[in-house]
């Protein structure tokens, strides 16, 4: 931890002065990005750049913030590119966030908020118990962090500025990219891949420091609309047929347990997102994520099964099932790559830890990107019970990740 005090403070000040800043993101409404905030960040992240003396370039229209820093000293250079995300989540509130610091956490409770008596409870969040003795950022207990992702954008800041301050350092061509609206499925849909300039990539995004992910879910999500018939129940007889009724039936033929609160690990799920019904008509929005591809398809398949099932007996088509994709599996591209991964465990060996990764229940950037041409696997940025006023960063977790990133990026 001594060997590089520098990071602990410039993290430490970076997520302060931008987590400061509201970023949050919200549900696409056909406007990307989502919201005008998000400019803000950007803006500043462009500056610093351009101030620590690296090229930049601010794509207003899209908030997209991207800087380079040319290989040094390198006989042969592989540019990679290091990707966060500006935004912060929906979820709960994300204005008027007051970061502070606990120096040396003592254990135990901890006081967020005195005259509210908000309280971030030991027992409620047992992952407290590892960062005893660190100096954590926290919030007033009233908004999210916003340390999901800024942590990551510190971290990659403090980076790139060793590196401007230490021209002696052999490393890689660097592209960073700081993009809008990652909570809300923006996919990092309007990256300039040419303009980045990389052939590979790495996110760094999640919690836990020292994990990373490969694989991530396939996503579709589905409509399904139902068309009934409505006539006074009195003279119903033989001729009402009650949309409601069908959507019911189309629900009790989903598996039963294969639902979000039902699964983990590697399990798919469909999961009803919204349901309205009358007579008249009913809309059915469910999604559908598994890993495996196959699996993937079948699900989506089995859900024209139930349509056509219904509709046989009601001889006519009253149930519609439309599928639009999402993302998919980027373990699927990964594998083509192995390197990626290695390279990432090598990194974080390296900086003194042991690699842990798991599937990731969701999508990333890297999901998207991966696909588009740039394999992009995820480094964990370190921050703990995100998109909730609990949410928390420990200090040493994104100095920790600047030198995961060192090493990565100096080979
Ligand atoms: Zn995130």
């Known amino acids: 931890m001594a060997e590089y005090p520098e990071f602990h403070r410039q993290t430490e000040a970076r997520l302060l002065r931008y987590a400061a800043i509201p970023t949050q993101s919200k549900a696409y409404d056909g406007v990307w990005p989502t919201t005008a905030c998000q400019q803000d960040l950007a803006k500043l992240l462009y500056d610093e750049l351009h101030a620590l003396g690296i090229r930049a370039y601010y794509d207003k229209e899209h908030c997209l913030v991207y800087g380079w820093l040319p290989a040094a000293h390198l006989k ?13 989540a929906p979820d709960v509130k994300g204005e008027g966030v007051m970061p502070w610091v606990l120096r040396n956490y003592p254990g135990g409770d901890i006081l967020l908020n005195k005259e509210e008596n908000i309280l971030l409870s030991a027992a409620d969040y047992p992952n407290l118990a590892q960062y005893i ?4 950022v926290l919030t007033d207990g009233t908004t999210l962090l916003g340390g999901d992702d800024k942590a990551a954008i510190a971290a990659l800041m403090t980076l790139a500025e060793y590196y401007m301050d230490h021209p002696e350092l052999p490393h890689r061509s660097i ?5 809008p609206d990652e909570e809300v499925g923006g996919l990092a849909r309007d990256l300039d891949l040419k303009r980045l300039g990389a052939e590979t990539a ?13 694989q991530t879910f396939n996503a579709a999500e589905a409509l399904i609309t139902i068309t009934g018939r409505s006539v006074h129940p009195a003279t119903a007889k033989g001729i009402m047929v009650n949309a409601a009724d069908l959507a019911g ?3 009790s033929s989903l598996p039963r347990l294969e639902k979000p609160q039902y699964t983990e690990g590697t399990e798919g799920f469909y999961y009803v997102t919204d349901l309205k019904a009358d007579c008249e008509y009913g809309e059915i929005r469910l ?10 398809q079948v699900r989506q398949d089995m859900l024209q099964v139930y349509a056509k099932m219904l509709n046989e007996r009601c001889g006519e088509e009253r149930v519609k099932v439309e599928i639009t994709q999402q993302y998919r599996n980027m373990g699927e591209v990964l594998e083509n790559y192995p390197f990626l991964v290695q390279d990432l465990e ?14 990731f229940r969701g999508g990333t950037d890297g999901s998207s990107l991966s696909f588009r041409g740039l394999p992009c696997p995820n480094l964990s940025a370190g921050y703990e019970n995100a998109h909730g006023r609990f949410e928390f960063v420990p200090v040493p977790s994104m100095a920790k990740n600047v030198e995961i990133l060192l090493h990565l990026t100096e080979r």
Do not use: N
């Open 287 to 296: 999604i559908i994520r598994d890993f495996d591809r196959v699996k993937f």
């Open 76 to 88: 042969e250079d592989r540019p990679i590119a290091l990707i966060a995300h500006m935004d912060t």
């Open 133 to 136: 003795g660190q100096d954590l």
């Open 202 to 214: 790495y996110t760094i995004d999640g919690d836990h420091l020292g994990w990373y992910q490969d």
């Open 346 to 359: 090598a990194a974080i060996r390296a900086a003194g830890l042991e690699p842990r990764s798991e599937p």
């Open 249 to 251: 039936e189309f629900l």
């Open 175 to 179: 592209c960073l990219a700081f993009t």
